[in-house]
């Protein structure tokens, strides 16, 4: 019986241990990420809030109409994004922000606008949110969220618009 109680003891702490591993992990590849990819300094890492933010939302993995760190999809990523750094109230999907952001050009993207994509479809079915030198965080559906280029080929052929959300 003793024995029994003590492996059971044994696998709880050691999944415990497991996802505190991994999520030490995400947060390495998150801060390499936006410090030897896109060229943030970690001193801004842990002063600015959207860095912040991404560092731990950083590796979550993709589920379509989830929202939650167990699995997000792009939009909600985003929209509880814009909530917790920028204390607006993004729309829920792809098209409805499409909608409600002002269109802007690429060249003049800031930090916290929108980036949309039509992967598979004729419509925008794919958003991000731009950091700056052409990268971009999003919740990518093979990856989960993580920082890619809009020079890449995949997202340079994807791209359908950027827009600045026009808040009420």
């Known amino acids: 019986m003793q024995r029994w109680i003590f492996s059971l003891l044994l ?3 050691s999944c415990t241990l497991h996802k505190k591993i991994q ?18 300094s970690s001193r801004e890492l842990k002063k600015t809030p959207l860095l912040k933010f991404i560092t731990e939302w ?16 792009c939009s909600c990523f985003c929209k509880i994004l814009y909530e917790s750094v920028f204390a607006q109230t993004l729309p ?15 060249r003049k993207l800031r930090q916290g606008d929108l980036v949309f994509f039509n992967l598979n479809a004729k419509h925008p079915d794919h958003v991000g949110i731009y950091l700056k030198e052409g990268y971009f965080i999003h919740a990518s559906s093979s990856k ?25």
């Open 23 to 40: 999520s030490g992990q995400h947060h390495q590849e998150a801060e390499l990420a936006l410090t030897q990819t896109v060229g943030y």
């Open 144 to 168: 989960g969220v993580m920082v890619s280029s809009l020079k890449s080929e995949y997202y340079k052929k994807g791209f359908y618009s950027a827009g600045r959300f026009k808040s009420e």
């Open 11 to 13: 696998l709880i702490s």
């Open 92 to 106: 829920r999907t792809v098209s409805e922000m499409h909608s409600a952001s002002n269109k802007i050009s690429l």
């Open 58 to 73: 950083y590796g979550t993995p993709y589920r379509y109409g989830h929202c939650e760190k167990k699995g997000i999809d």
